[in-house]
């Protein structure tokens, strides 16, 4: 689904644009989220592990205000678009390189530089 419960066929240029203008709003959006819940886990000095990446993924995705914004279909998408590996450890820049971009703004808080090479 996509705009106004269209598929992306169906759109004129004009809904093409404004789907375009919500999904760029609403990324930044989950973004904006993301880094300060990271940036608050940074803060108290918690290193980056597989298990706080997938634990900050969560709390954001649940963020009241994310589910007040925006409808359930965008959050469902970046739901199913960001998981993250059921890994142990720290994540090093190359996993994080490969991870969506909702993994790579979390890491970005910490401070993990990323590859350039982005395999997703």
């Given at each position: 689904?996509g705009?106004?419960?269209?598929?992306?066929?169906?759109?004129?240029?004009d809904?093409?644009?404004?789907?375009?203008?919500?999904?760029?709003?609403?990324?930044?959006?989950?973004s904006?989220?993301?880094?300060?819940?990271?940036?608050?886990?940074h803060?108290?000095?918690?290193?980056?592990?597989?298990?706080?990446?997938?634990?900050?993924?969560?709390?954001?995705?649940?963020?009241?205000?994310?589910?007040a914004?925006?409808?359930?279909?965008?959050?469902?998408?970046?739901?199913?678009?960001?998981?993250?590996?059921?890994?142990?450890?720290?994540?090093?820049?190359?996993?994080?390189?490969?991870?969506?971009?909702?993994g790579?703004?979390?890491?970005?808080?910490?401070?993990?530089p990323?590859p350039?090479?982005?395999?997703?």
């Amino acid at each position: 689904m996509g705009y106004n419960g269209k598929m992306l066929e169906e759109l004129s240029r004009d809904e093409v644009l404004a789907e375009q203008r919500a999904q760029a709003a609403f990324l930044t959006d989950v973004s904006r989220v993301v880094a300060t819940i990271a940036t608050r886990h940074h803060a108290a000095s918690s290193p980056l592990t597989w298990q706080l990446l997938r634990d900050i993924r969560e709390e954001a995705l649940a963020a009241i205000g994310l589910a007040a914004r925006w409808p359930a279909w965008r959050l469902d998408e970046i739901v199913a678009a960001s998981a993250v590996p059921p890994l142990d450890g720290c994540p090093t820049g190359a996993e994080v390189g490969a991870l969506p971009v909702l993994g790579r703004a979390i890491a970005a808080a910490f401070h993990i530089p990323e590859p350039y090479a982005r395999t997703k």
